[in-house]
């Protein structure tokens, strides 16, 4: 009897032990990323750099440094790039964002006046969640606005959908191009409880109605990067290489599964099961291949570090012993512990890769994203 209680009190202490260890250890890994991001990519006056794109700036780019601020805590560098992003980003007209920021012919400054729609349901989201996390009004002041601007500019209804559409740009066109990987549904909930002037659960739905139609009549059986739909008619069609599963639908599977651990909405559920097809491939051959064509057929023998890390989470709640496989042959011995992945020059994959260590490290992250 004695051995047994013995026994089980070692199991448990070494238990708990590697548990703890591993969560120091996630700790330190996204510490540390975070500490190389802001050093390489983020100027001292708050502005994100892609250094591979001619040092372009671009309101997407703002965004997600907001996001992983907020998550880490970090006031000072939130305060940073927020308000490089408000003085050199934000539109005369409305409360929205230009999406590009760079060199001109003579100096620097917007390149494209045109906004981004994903750019503004991140900033205002993110805002909202600052206002929390620090106990700001004026961040919860400034989303409020920027929601306005989103339901005004960026949303248009089309047989009784509402629909968010890429950008303002996208509102005028007779077959309007939709990018699925801006459906932050999620955010879309949280935008309900906040601004009650505008029933955002439509658009919830209606990126739920309109993802699962692309599942049902694309090939491949996954999302598309983009797809169009017609203003009058509303009828939805795809368009080759565009409509493709790549860098762009990849985000989706993330959208969707924050929103299905939250809400536990079951219409997630259609697209959440097709991380089967990364599952199986992997158990057949070892590969991860994360771009496809329309008819199923693989685009290219691309792995993609940033998209298979943004998976892992979903292919964790499937299948924990292959995501485990999965995460050490591709993400961690990638990782320099300078606090980088793979290309230490690549702002947007190392954006990728540190959302999706985020939730696949500790599973408790997912509350982050509790408003």
Known sequence: ?????????????????????????????????????????????????????????????????????????????FDKIYNWTKYNLKRKD?????WKWGKRVTDYGIIDECSASDAGVEMASVLIFASKVWNQKSYLDDAKKILSSIWDKETIEINGLRILVAGDYQKNGENIAINPS????????IFAEIDKSHDWQKLVDSSYKLVNYCIDNIDSGLPPDWFYIN????????????????????????????????????????????????????KKDGKFYTNYKQNGEIKDQVEAIGSIALLLPIIKSYNKEVAHEIYKDRIEKFYNKAGYWYNPMDYYAQNLIWFGNWLYLDEENIKSFKY
Request: aromatic fraction near 18%; charged fraction near 25%; proline fraction near 1%.
């Open 1 to 77: 009897m004695y051995k047994y209680i013995a026994s089980t009190l070692i199991f448990l202490i070494l238990f708990y032990s590697i548990n703890i260890s591993a969560r120091l250890s996630s700790k330190v890994i996204l510490n540390d990323s975070w500490d190389y991001y802001k050093k390489t990519f983020i100027s001292d006056d708050g502005r994100v750099i892609d250094h591979q794109k001619e040092s372009i700036t671009t309101s997407e780019g703002q965004a997600y440094a907001m996001r992983r601020a907020v998550l880490m805590r970090d006031k000072v560098t």
């Open 94 to 98: 409305d409360n929205l964002f230009a």
């Open 182 to 189: 801006y459906f932050m549904l999620n955010s879309f909930r």
């Open 231 to 282: 203003k009058d008619t509303g009828k939805i069609f795809f368009d080759s290489p565009k409509s493709d599963f790549s860098y762009d639908a990849i985000r989706i599977f993330y959208r969707f599964y924050i929103d299905y651990s939250i809400s536990k909405d079951k219409r997630a559920e259609k697209l959440l099961s097709k991380s089967n097809l990364f599952i199986n491939r992997w």
